[in-house]
Protein backbone atom coordinates (compact mmCIF):
# COMPACT_ATOMS: atom_id res chain seq x y z
CA UNK A 1 0.00 0.00 0.00
CA UNK A 2 1.31 3.61 -1.10
CA UNK A 3 2.30 5.50 1.48
CA UNK A 4 1.44 9.29 1.75
CA UNK A 5 1.89 12.05 4.27
CA UNK A 6 -1.26 14.66 4.79
CA UNK A 7 -1.02 18.00 5.74
CA UNK A 8 -3.66 18.19 8.25
CA UNK A 9 -4.54 21.98 10.16
CA UNK A 10 -8.48 20.74 10.87
CA UNK A 11 -9.88 22.76 8.40
CA UNK A 12 -12.41 21.86 5.18
CA UNK A 13 -9.58 21.86 2.94
CA UNK A 14 -7.27 19.81 4.40
CA UNK A 15 -10.11 17.33 5.69
CA UNK A 16 -10.81 16.70 2.14
CA UNK A 17 -7.78 16.21 0.96
CA UNK A 18 -7.40 13.60 3.66
CA UNK A 19 -10.26 11.15 2.48
CA UNK A 20 -9.55 11.99 -1.36
CA UNK A 21 -5.94 10.13 -0.53
CA UNK A 22 -7.67 7.34 1.14
CA UNK A 23 -10.31 6.91 -1.16
CA UNK A 24 -7.12 7.27 -3.92
CA UNK A 25 -5.71 4.35 -2.10
CA UNK A 26 -3.10 5.61 0.11
CA UNK A 27 -1.88 4.73 3.63
CA UNK A 28 -2.11 8.21 5.02
CA UNK A 29 0.23 9.80 7.62
CA UNK A 30 -1.77 13.38 8.99
CA UNK A 31 0.68 16.31 10.57
CA UNK A 32 -0.17 18.98 12.09
CA UNK A 33 1.51 22.02 13.24
CA UNK A 34 1.11 23.84 17.05
CA UNK A 35 3.00 26.94 14.91
CA UNK A 36 1.97 29.93 17.59
CA UNK A 37 -1.70 30.18 15.44
CA UNK A 38 -4.34 32.01 16.85
CA UNK A 39 -6.77 29.48 16.24
CA UNK A 40 -5.46 26.51 18.10
CA UNK A 41 -8.81 24.71 17.95
CA UNK A 42 -7.81 23.64 14.83
CA UNK A 43 -5.78 20.94 16.35
CA UNK A 44 -8.00 19.53 18.36
CA UNK A 45 -10.39 19.62 15.53
CA UNK A 46 -7.41 17.76 13.43
CA UNK A 47 -6.66 15.26 16.37
CA UNK A 48 -10.33 14.19 16.27
CA UNK A 49 -10.31 13.69 12.39
CA UNK A 50 -7.19 11.77 12.01
CA UNK A 51 -8.64 9.28 14.72
CA UNK A 52 -12.25 8.77 13.21
CA UNK A 53 -10.27 8.69 9.87
CA UNK A 54 -7.86 5.92 11.37
CA UNK A 55 -4.27 7.65 10.79
CA UNK A 56 -1.69 8.00 12.70
CA UNK A 57 -1.19 11.91 13.65
CA UNK A 58 2.01 14.18 14.53
CA UNK A 59 1.71 16.82 15.72
CA UNK A 60 5.27 19.17 15.74
CA UNK A 61 5.54 21.89 17.64
CA UNK A 62 7.61 25.04 15.94
CA UNK A 63 6.97 28.41 17.19
CA UNK A 64 6.21 30.44 14.46
CA UNK A 65 4.78 33.49 16.17
CA UNK A 66 8.48 34.11 17.59
CA UNK A 67 8.98 36.01 14.52
CA UNK A 68 5.30 37.75 14.48
CA UNK A 69 4.60 39.02 10.97
CA UNK A 70 1.15 37.88 10.76
CA UNK A 71 -2.19 38.26 11.95
CA UNK A 72 -2.29 34.88 12.78
CA UNK A 73 0.54 34.59 15.45
CA UNK A 74 0.64 37.81 16.10
CA UNK A 75 -1.39 39.37 18.62
CA UNK A 76 -0.45 43.26 17.88
CA UNK A 77 -2.24 42.52 14.17
CA UNK A 78 -5.76 42.26 14.20
CA UNK A 79 -7.73 39.99 12.16
CA UNK A 80 -9.69 42.06 9.78
CA UNK A 81 -13.13 41.74 8.95
CA UNK A 82 -14.06 40.57 5.15
CA UNK A 83 -14.65 43.59 2.72
CA UNK A 84 -17.09 42.56 0.41
CA UNK A 85 -16.51 45.60 -1.98
CA UNK A 86 -12.97 46.18 -1.40
CA UNK A 87 -10.93 44.63 -4.24
CA UNK A 88 -8.12 42.61 -2.38
CA UNK A 89 -4.97 43.81 -4.76
CA UNK A 90 -2.58 43.28 -1.58
CA UNK A 91 -1.48 39.67 0.42
CA UNK A 92 -3.43 40.21 3.48
CA UNK A 93 -1.89 40.55 7.19
CA UNK A 94 -2.86 36.80 7.85
CA UNK A 95 -0.56 35.82 5.58
CA UNK A 96 2.30 33.14 7.85
CA UNK A 97 5.59 34.19 6.44
CA UNK A 98 6.65 30.95 4.80
CA UNK A 99 4.03 29.11 6.14
CA UNK A 100 3.66 26.49 3.46
CA UNK A 101 7.39 26.06 2.73
CA UNK A 102 8.30 25.52 6.83
CA UNK A 103 4.64 23.23 6.45
CA UNK A 104 6.28 20.97 3.08
CA UNK A 105 9.60 20.81 4.58
CA UNK A 106 8.61 18.99 7.22
CA UNK A 107 6.10 16.89 5.53
CA UNK A 108 9.23 15.91 3.71
CA UNK A 109 11.96 14.66 6.22
CA UNK A 110 8.72 12.30 7.60
CA UNK A 111 7.91 10.81 4.02
CA UNK A 112 11.52 10.46 3.58
CA UNK A 113 12.07 7.94 6.72
CA UNK A 114 8.12 6.86 6.34
CA UNK A 115 9.55 5.67 2.93
CA UNK A 116 6.41 7.51 1.24
CA UNK A 117 7.26 9.48 -1.90
CA UNK A 118 4.12 11.59 -2.32
CA UNK A 119 2.90 14.29 0.02
CA UNK A 120 -0.89 15.87 -0.01
CA UNK A 121 -1.50 19.40 0.62
CA UNK A 122 -5.00 21.33 0.62
CA UNK A 123 -3.67 24.05 -1.42
CA UNK A 124 -5.89 26.07 -3.27
CA UNK A 125 -5.83 28.80 -6.06
CA UNK A 126 -9.21 29.91 -6.51
CA UNK A 127 -10.47 30.54 -3.08
CA UNK A 128 -6.43 31.17 -2.25
CA UNK A 129 -6.84 34.85 -0.40
CA UNK A 130 -3.46 36.26 -2.31
CA UNK A 131 -1.56 33.82 -0.39
CA UNK A 132 1.90 33.47 -2.54
CA UNK A 133 2.52 29.74 -1.34
CA UNK A 134 -0.76 28.46 -2.32
CA UNK A 135 0.06 29.40 -5.53
CA UNK A 136 0.92 26.11 -8.76
CA UNK A 137 4.29 27.65 -9.44
CA UNK A 138 5.48 27.62 -5.80
CA UNK A 139 4.21 23.62 -5.34
CA UNK A 140 6.02 23.02 -8.93
CA UNK A 141 9.20 24.39 -7.31
CA UNK A 142 8.72 22.80 -4.07
CA UNK A 143 8.52 19.47 -5.41
CA UNK A 144 12.23 20.86 -7.49
CA UNK A 145 14.03 21.10 -4.14
CA UNK A 146 12.29 17.51 -2.71
CA UNK A 147 13.93 15.68 -5.47
CA UNK A 148 17.26 17.40 -4.85
CA UNK A 149 17.45 17.50 -1.35
CA UNK A 150 16.50 13.84 -0.27
CA UNK A 151 18.17 10.37 -0.10
CA UNK A 152 15.82 8.92 -1.79
CA UNK A 153 15.83 11.60 -4.89
CA UNK A 154 19.56 10.64 -5.29
CA UNK A 155 19.33 7.61 -4.55
CA UNK A 156 16.06 6.20 -5.04
CA UNK A 157 13.95 5.17 -8.07
CA UNK A 158 10.74 6.92 -6.96
CA UNK A 159 10.58 10.71 -7.43
CA UNK A 160 8.64 12.61 -4.80
CA UNK A 161 5.08 14.42 -5.96
CA UNK A 162 3.28 16.89 -3.87
CA UNK A 163 -0.33 16.16 -4.72
CA UNK A 164 -2.67 19.14 -4.62
CA UNK A 165 -5.87 18.13 -5.24
CA UNK A 166 -8.06 20.76 -4.55
CA UNK A 167 -5.83 23.62 -6.18
CA UNK A 168 -8.04 24.07 -9.13
CA UNK A 169 -11.82 23.80 -7.33
CA UNK A 170 -13.73 26.69 -6.06
CA UNK A 171 -14.51 26.24 -2.42
CA UNK A 172 -18.42 24.93 -3.48
CA UNK A 173 -16.66 22.09 -5.30
CA UNK A 174 -14.36 21.16 -2.43
CA UNK A 175 -17.34 20.57 -0.34
CA UNK A 176 -18.88 18.87 -2.90
CA UNK A 177 -16.24 16.60 -3.55
CA UNK A 178 -15.71 15.98 0.57
CA UNK A 179 -19.65 15.62 1.22
CA UNK A 180 -19.61 12.91 -1.85
CA UNK A 181 -16.21 11.14 0.06
CA UNK A 182 -18.36 11.08 3.41
CA UNK A 183 -16.86 13.93 4.86
CA UNK A 184 -18.30 15.58 8.49
CA UNK A 185 -17.79 19.30 8.02
CA UNK A 186 -18.70 19.80 11.30
CA UNK A 187 -15.38 18.59 12.73
CA UNK A 188 -13.54 21.22 11.08
CA UNK A 189 -12.72 24.30 11.89
CA UNK A 190 -11.99 27.22 9.59
CA UNK A 191 -12.04 30.60 11.22
CA UNK A 192 -9.11 32.57 12.23
CA UNK A 193 -10.49 33.51 15.36
CA UNK A 194 -12.54 30.43 16.70
CA UNK A 195 -13.46 30.40 19.99
CA UNK A 196 -12.54 27.66 22.92
CA UNK A 197 -15.83 25.75 22.33
CA UNK A 198 -15.04 25.81 18.55
CA UNK A 199 -17.29 28.38 17.46
CA UNK A 200 -16.50 30.20 14.29
CA UNK A 201 -16.55 34.35 14.44
CA UNK A 202 -18.59 33.94 11.54
CA UNK A 203 -16.67 37.38 9.92
CA UNK A 204 -13.43 36.63 8.62
CA UNK A 205 -12.06 36.12 5.81
CA UNK A 206 -12.02 32.22 6.09
CA UNK A 207 -15.49 32.26 7.59
CA UNK A 208 -17.13 34.31 4.38
CA UNK A 209 -15.27 31.69 2.27
CA UNK A 210 -17.03 28.88 3.99
CA UNK A 211 -20.72 30.54 4.34
CA UNK A 212 -20.18 31.19 0.38
CA UNK A 213 -18.69 27.84 -0.28
CA UNK A 214 -21.85 26.24 1.34
CA UNK A 215 -24.15 28.42 -0.58
CA UNK A 216 -22.85 27.68 -3.70
CA UNK A 217 -22.58 23.82 -3.24
CA UNK A 218 -26.16 24.01 -2.00
CA UNK A 219 -24.91 21.81 0.63
CA UNK A 220 -26.28 22.32 4.33
CA UNK A 221 -23.58 24.75 6.57
CA UNK A 222 -23.56 22.51 10.13
CA UNK A 223 -20.82 25.35 11.00
CA UNK A 224 -21.62 26.28 14.74
CA UNK A 225 -21.03 30.12 14.30
CA UNK A 226 -21.45 33.09 17.47
CA UNK A 227 -22.43 35.11 14.54
CA UNK A 228 -23.30 34.10 10.87
CA UNK A 229 -22.61 37.11 8.24
CA UNK A 230 -25.36 37.63 5.59
CA UNK B 1 22.55 48.36 6.80
CA UNK B 2 21.19 45.05 5.28
CA UNK B 3 19.90 42.51 7.12
CA UNK B 4 21.00 38.57 6.61
CA UNK B 5 20.12 35.61 8.68
CA UNK B 6 22.91 33.03 9.44
CA UNK B 7 22.16 29.43 9.78
CA UNK B 8 24.25 28.73 13.04
CA UNK B 9 25.09 25.47 14.04
CA UNK B 10 27.88 25.85 16.11
CA UNK B 11 30.24 24.00 13.90
CA UNK B 12 33.53 25.38 12.34
CA UNK B 13 31.85 26.11 8.88
CA UNK B 14 28.43 27.98 10.37
CA UNK B 15 31.19 30.33 12.42
CA UNK B 16 33.20 30.97 9.96
CA UNK B 17 30.21 32.03 7.34
CA UNK B 18 28.77 34.28 10.40
CA UNK B 19 32.01 36.31 10.30
CA UNK B 20 32.29 36.23 6.84
CA UNK B 21 28.75 37.49 6.43
CA UNK B 22 29.67 40.43 9.28
CA UNK B 23 32.65 41.70 7.16
CA UNK B 24 30.43 41.44 4.06
CA UNK B 25 28.97 44.54 6.12
CA UNK B 26 25.94 42.41 6.92
CA UNK B 27 23.66 42.96 10.12
CA UNK B 28 23.32 39.12 11.35
CA UNK B 29 20.62 37.51 12.83
CA UNK B 30 21.88 33.74 14.07
CA UNK B 31 19.41 30.78 13.85
CA UNK B 32 19.56 27.32 15.55
CA UNK B 33 17.98 23.98 15.59
CA UNK B 34 17.07 22.13 19.00
CA UNK B 35 16.07 19.26 16.24
CA UNK B 36 16.97 16.22 18.62
CA UNK B 37 20.51 15.63 17.99
CA UNK B 38 22.94 13.36 19.21
CA UNK B 39 25.57 16.40 19.84
CA UNK B 40 23.36 19.06 21.28
CA UNK B 41 26.80 20.73 23.14
CA UNK B 42 27.10 22.27 19.70
CA UNK B 43 23.80 24.26 20.90
CA UNK B 44 25.88 26.07 23.69
CA UNK B 45 28.50 26.61 20.85
CA UNK B 46 26.19 28.61 19.00
CA UNK B 47 24.75 30.58 21.82
CA UNK B 48 28.25 31.01 22.65
CA UNK B 49 29.46 32.20 19.34
CA UNK B 50 26.98 34.53 18.66
CA UNK B 51 27.11 36.10 21.76
CA UNK B 52 30.47 36.87 20.99
CA UNK B 53 29.88 38.54 17.80
CA UNK B 54 26.97 40.63 19.32
CA UNK B 55 24.50 38.82 17.05
CA UNK B 56 20.73 38.05 17.69
CA UNK B 57 20.47 34.25 18.43
CA UNK B 58 17.54 32.25 18.22
CA UNK B 59 17.23 28.62 19.15
CA UNK B 60 14.23 26.86 17.28
CA UNK B 61 12.81 23.57 18.88
CA UNK B 62 11.66 21.35 16.14
CA UNK B 63 11.91 17.49 17.40
CA UNK B 64 13.01 15.56 13.84
CA UNK B 65 13.91 12.74 16.21
CA UNK B 66 10.58 12.37 16.45
CA UNK B 67 10.68 11.08 12.77
CA UNK B 68 14.05 9.34 12.98
CA UNK B 69 15.68 7.82 10.58
CA UNK B 70 19.48 9.42 10.71
CA UNK B 71 22.13 8.39 13.39
CA UNK B 72 22.34 11.97 14.60
CA UNK B 73 19.08 12.09 15.58
CA UNK B 74 17.99 8.36 16.29
CA UNK B 75 20.24 6.58 19.47
CA UNK B 76 19.13 3.02 17.55
CA UNK B 77 21.50 3.71 14.73
CA UNK B 78 25.26 4.36 15.81
CA UNK B 79 27.69 6.84 14.49
CA UNK B 80 30.07 5.10 12.69
CA UNK B 81 33.83 5.56 12.53
CA UNK B 82 35.67 6.91 9.44
CA UNK B 83 36.82 4.41 7.25
CA UNK B 84 39.53 5.77 5.13
CA UNK B 85 40.26 2.84 2.78
CA UNK B 86 36.06 2.29 1.99
CA UNK B 87 34.87 4.55 -0.97
CA UNK B 88 31.93 6.42 0.13
CA UNK B 89 29.64 5.49 -2.08
CA UNK B 90 26.49 6.00 -0.64
CA UNK B 91 24.88 8.54 1.26
CA UNK B 92 25.67 8.12 5.06
CA UNK B 93 23.63 7.55 8.40
CA UNK B 94 24.05 10.75 9.64
CA UNK B 95 22.19 12.15 7.28
CA UNK B 96 19.09 13.72 8.54
CA UNK B 97 15.82 13.62 6.44
CA UNK B 98 15.26 17.46 4.75
CA UNK B 99 17.55 18.58 7.48
CA UNK B 100 18.63 21.51 5.20
CA UNK B 101 15.42 22.25 4.09
CA UNK B 102 14.08 22.52 6.93
CA UNK B 103 16.33 24.89 8.36
CA UNK B 104 16.24 27.32 5.39
CA UNK B 105 12.71 27.39 4.95
CA UNK B 106 12.41 28.17 8.61
CA UNK B 107 15.23 30.67 7.92
CA UNK B 108 13.02 32.16 5.51
CA UNK B 109 9.98 32.48 7.61
CA UNK B 110 12.60 35.04 9.61
CA UNK B 111 14.34 36.46 6.90
CA UNK B 112 10.68 37.58 5.64
CA UNK B 113 9.23 39.02 8.66
CA UNK B 114 12.89 40.70 9.34
CA UNK B 115 13.02 41.93 6.28
CA UNK B 116 16.41 40.68 5.08
CA UNK B 117 16.71 39.10 1.78
CA UNK B 118 19.67 37.12 2.13
CA UNK B 119 20.26 33.87 3.90
CA UNK B 120 23.26 32.15 4.56
CA UNK B 121 24.30 28.83 4.93
CA UNK B 122 27.90 26.87 5.45
CA UNK B 123 27.45 23.75 3.07
CA UNK B 124 30.09 22.86 1.14
CA UNK B 125 29.97 20.45 -1.75
CA UNK B 126 33.68 19.09 -1.12
CA UNK B 127 33.69 17.72 2.10
CA UNK B 128 30.13 17.64 2.03
CA UNK B 129 30.14 13.89 3.31
CA UNK B 130 27.90 12.52 0.60
CA UNK B 131 24.16 14.81 1.79
CA UNK B 132 22.48 15.78 -0.91
CA UNK B 133 21.07 18.92 0.56
CA UNK B 134 24.44 20.42 0.60
CA UNK B 135 24.82 20.59 -3.08
CA UNK B 136 24.45 23.61 -5.75
CA UNK B 137 21.52 22.27 -7.39
CA UNK B 138 19.83 22.23 -4.64
CA UNK B 139 20.45 25.52 -3.09
CA UNK B 140 19.27 26.89 -6.44
CA UNK B 141 15.86 25.10 -6.10
CA UNK B 142 15.22 26.38 -2.76
CA UNK B 143 16.27 30.08 -3.54
CA UNK B 144 13.69 29.69 -6.29
CA UNK B 145 10.99 28.11 -4.14
CA UNK B 146 12.09 31.60 -1.60
CA UNK B 147 10.77 33.49 -3.85
CA UNK B 148 7.77 32.27 -5.10
CA UNK B 149 7.13 31.37 -1.71
CA UNK B 150 6.60 34.82 -0.20
CA UNK B 151 4.92 37.95 0.04
CA UNK B 152 8.17 39.72 0.04
CA UNK B 153 9.12 37.93 -3.16
CA UNK B 154 5.76 38.45 -5.18
CA UNK B 155 5.22 42.31 -4.05
CA UNK B 156 8.84 43.27 -3.36
CA UNK B 157 11.44 44.79 -5.16
CA UNK B 158 14.74 42.81 -4.28
CA UNK B 159 15.03 38.77 -4.52
CA UNK B 160 15.96 36.43 -1.61
CA UNK B 161 19.42 34.77 -2.26
CA UNK B 162 21.39 31.83 -0.72
CA UNK B 163 24.79 32.84 -0.07
CA UNK B 164 26.77 29.74 0.28
CA UNK B 165 30.00 30.95 0.20
CA UNK B 166 31.99 28.20 1.82
CA UNK B 167 30.53 26.01 -0.92
CA UNK B 168 33.45 25.23 -3.19
CA UNK B 169 36.26 25.24 -0.60
CA UNK B 170 38.05 22.54 0.84
CA UNK B 171 38.15 22.02 4.64
CA UNK B 172 41.59 23.68 5.17
CA UNK B 173 40.67 26.65 3.10
CA UNK B 174 37.52 27.23 5.56
CA UNK B 175 40.26 27.27 8.27
CA UNK B 176 42.38 29.46 6.50
CA UNK B 177 39.62 31.88 5.76
CA UNK B 178 38.18 31.69 9.21
CA UNK B 179 41.58 32.56 10.59
CA UNK B 180 42.07 35.53 8.51
CA UNK B 181 38.78 36.41 9.99
CA UNK B 182 39.74 36.66 13.83
CA UNK B 183 37.88 33.48 14.23
CA UNK B 184 38.21 30.83 17.40
CA UNK B 185 37.48 26.98 16.58
CA UNK B 186 38.04 25.94 20.13
CA UNK B 187 34.59 27.56 20.26
CA UNK B 188 33.33 25.37 17.80
CA UNK B 189 31.68 21.89 18.34
CA UNK B 190 32.09 19.45 14.89
CA UNK B 191 32.20 16.09 16.54
CA UNK B 192 28.93 14.19 16.11
CA UNK B 193 29.34 12.32 19.30
CA UNK B 194 31.10 15.16 21.97
CA UNK B 195 30.66 14.80 25.23
CA UNK B 196 28.82 17.19 27.43
CA UNK B 197 32.27 18.67 28.48
CA UNK B 198 32.11 19.72 24.74
CA UNK B 199 35.02 17.10 23.57
CA UNK B 200 35.37 15.53 20.61
CA UNK B 201 35.67 11.87 20.12
CA UNK B 202 38.36 12.15 17.36
CA UNK B 203 36.74 8.94 15.29
CA UNK B 204 33.67 10.21 13.42
CA UNK B 205 33.65 11.66 9.79
CA UNK B 206 32.87 14.72 10.95
CA UNK B 207 35.85 15.00 13.89
CA UNK B 208 38.48 13.25 10.91
CA UNK B 209 37.18 16.05 8.11
CA UNK B 210 38.30 18.59 11.01
CA UNK B 211 41.68 17.16 11.82
CA UNK B 212 42.85 16.44 7.99
CA UNK B 213 41.22 20.56 7.49
CA UNK B 214 43.81 21.82 10.47
CA UNK B 215 46.55 20.01 8.59
CA UNK B 216 45.63 21.25 5.21
CA UNK B 217 45.63 24.14 6.41
CA UNK B 218 48.79 24.07 8.67
CA UNK B 219 47.33 25.88 11.36
CA UNK B 220 47.37 24.45 15.24
CA UNK B 221 44.25 22.22 15.94
CA UNK B 222 42.98 23.75 19.54
CA UNK B 223 40.23 21.38 19.17
CA UNK B 224 39.38 19.41 22.49
CA UNK B 225 39.82 15.89 21.88
CA UNK B 226 39.02 12.91 23.93
CA UNK B 227 41.37 10.23 21.92
CA UNK B 228 42.57 11.73 18.72
CA UNK B 229 42.59 9.60 15.40
CA UNK B 230 46.18 9.89 13.87
Known sequence: MKKAVILLSGGMDSTTVLAYAQKQGF??????F??????SSELFAAATIAK???????????????????????????????KENKAQTKIPVTYVPARNTVFLSVALAWAETLNAHT???????VDYSGYPDCR????????????LATK???E????????TPLINLTKGEIIKLGDSLGV???????????????????????????????????????????????
Not at 27 to 32: G, I, K, P
Not at 156 to 163: D, E, S, Y
Not at 199 to 206: K, L, P, S, T
Open 152 to 154: EGV
Open 27 to 32: DCYALS
Open 156 to 163: GTTAFTIQ
Open 136 to 147: PAFIKAFEAVAN
Open 52 to 82: EAHVRHEVIDLDLSRFGGSALTDDSIDVPDF
Open 184 to 230: DYSKTITCYSADNKGRACGQCDACILRIKGFEEANIEDNTRYKTKSK
Open 119 to 125: IFIGVNA
Open 34 to 39: SYGQRH
